[in-house]
């Protein structure tokens, strides 16, 4: 058995027993399949990591960046209370079509905003809001602008929260210090961030699975 057989059946054993998919979340992936976007959401497990994560915070508002199809969206969401809120940035506008119908097929709508455009350009916009302080980030976009959306989560955070950055290993390239790839700069340049930041303290983990070979990093924010 190939190694990567071997990933994807232990991850549908973890999955069928602590994290199976229900129709929401299946109906979610099935349209976004059906709208060709891209294969790059986050896997049941991992939503069910994202969830727990966030009900461990005990998260009354959640931002994320990087919608996609709202699959990763909803898992966040059923974290929340009544009362809570989540606040997903989508660059683009088909994507965050997709992922506002899942949302609501999901009986979310009440708990999520999507907001559309360059996250770089709609999170100082939600910054003039004045928001009360997120108390989870999860960062799941352009891998370049990653150090980025890490400055602009300690802005929008507090005391306290935790943020989240998706996809940080990319196959093992985030330890060539020589690369100039935008994902892999970027990548480093929010793990030396996360390191050298007094407000921050920080790991990184890698995975292996149905995705292949992966990773994600967490910062918890100090005072």
């Known amino acids: ?3 990567s057989q071997l990933w994807d059946d232990v991850d549908f054993y973890f999955t069928s027993h602590l994290s199976p998919d229900d129709e929401a979340l299946q109906a979610a992936l099935r349209e976004s399949e059906a709208n060709d976007l891209p294969h790059v959401n986050v896997t049941p497990n991992q939503g069910k990591l994202l969830q727990l994560l966030a009900q461990v915070q005990d998260a009354r508002s959640i931002l994320e ?5 709202g699959y990763s969206t909803i898992w966040l969401a059923r974290a929340l209370p009544e009362d809570g809120r989540l606040i997903s940035l989508e660059y683009s506008a088909r994507h965050a079509e997709v992922a506002v119908r899942n949302i609501a097929r999901a009986g979310l709508e009440r708990l999520v905003e999507v907001r559309v455009g360059p996250a770089l350009e709609s999170l100082p916009k939600l910054a003039d809001e004045n928001p009360a302080p997120f108390d989870l980030v999860f960062i799941d976009a352009d ?4 150090p980025h959306y890490v400055e602009w989560a300690l802005r929008l955070t507090r005391t306290g929260s935790l943020i989240i950055i998706d996809n940080v290993v990319r196959g093992g390239r985030v330890a060539d210090a020589e690369s100039s790839e935008p994902d892999v700069v970027g990548t480093r340049a929010a793990i030396e961030l996360i390191a050298a930041h007094p407000r921050l303290s920080g790991t990184a983990i890698q995975t292996v699975g149905s995705k292949g070979y992966d990773g994600f990093a967490l910062a918890r924010v100090l005072a």
């Open 1 to 3: 058995m190939s190694g």
């Open 65 to 69: 960046i990087g919608t996609l199809g």
């Open 143 to 146: 891998k370049a602008n990653n």
